[in-house]
């Protein structure tokens, strides 16, 4: 995971000074697999986390479930492994098709609509650089949501004359988010350790130290 305060690498503020998370990915399942022990660690601290699908995952599975199901399964899978970790705001953009996410202006008014509803202080969100080293963890979708997540974090949702409108019919004042999160960047500089958060098989927490964030 990459830790970056707008440029410089810096050391994160402390979870218990942070109210509020907002987490930005492509699809049902990417934060889970890429940073559900970080997640329900800030949940114990006592932050609320909200997570922002920007696809509902219709092109997900292996199996020949009818694809117009899909985003109904995939809705009701995310919000029982958002709940694993103590997540109940989960929320989806409409209008955007699994594996054809590009960071359109309409995204990002979409983005920047709910960073200013939730007003995180932290936004973790998915790489917009590919890392070449493990291709997998750089879908075509993933780059795009983090490129389109990363242009609404700055400058859009701070700017009150990017989308006047909502301000004028929603009341959605400008808001400065302070730290960014990215998950399964090619450099990354800061790991989490979720030892405590490991359920194995069996239900008691594995005894080794694991770093989250670590991987995409």
Do not use: K
Request: glycine letters at 8%; charged letters at 25%; a negative charge.
């Amino acid at each position: 995971m990459t830790q970056r305060t707008f440029g410089q690498p810096a050391t994160p503020r402390p979870d218990q000074d942070l109210a509020r998370v907002l987490v930005v990915v492509a699809h049902p399942d990417d934060c889970d697999f890429g940073a559900a022990g970080t997640i329900a660690g800030w949940v114990e601290t006592g932050m609320s986390v909200t997570i922002l699908l920007c696809t509902h995952g219709e092109q997900g599975g292996f199996d020949d479930t009818n694809r117009e199901q899909m985003p109904a399964i995939r809705e009701r899978e995310q919000a029982a492994a958002s709940g694993a970790l103590g997540v109940t705001d989960v929320r989806f953009l409409p209008g955007h098709r699994d594996g054809w996410l590009e960071p359109s202006w309409e995204l990002q008014r979409q983005i920047v609509e709910v960073i200013r509803d939730v007003r995180p202080q932290r936004v973790l969100i998915q790489s917009p650089e590919r890392w070449y080293d493990r291709i997998q963890a750089s879908h075509p979708d993933h780059l795009a949501a983090g490129e389109a997540a990363i242009r609404a974090i700055y400058p859009a949702a701070e700017n009150r004359y990017a989308w006047p409108e909502l301000i004028d019919e929603q009341a959605l004042e400008p808001w400065h988010v302070s730290e960014v999160w990215i998950m399964a960047h090619p450099q990354m500089n800061h790991a989490v350790d979720i030892t405590g958060h490991l359920r194995p098989q069996g239900g008691r927490p594995s005894g080794a130290r694991v770093p989250d964030g670590a991987h995409g």
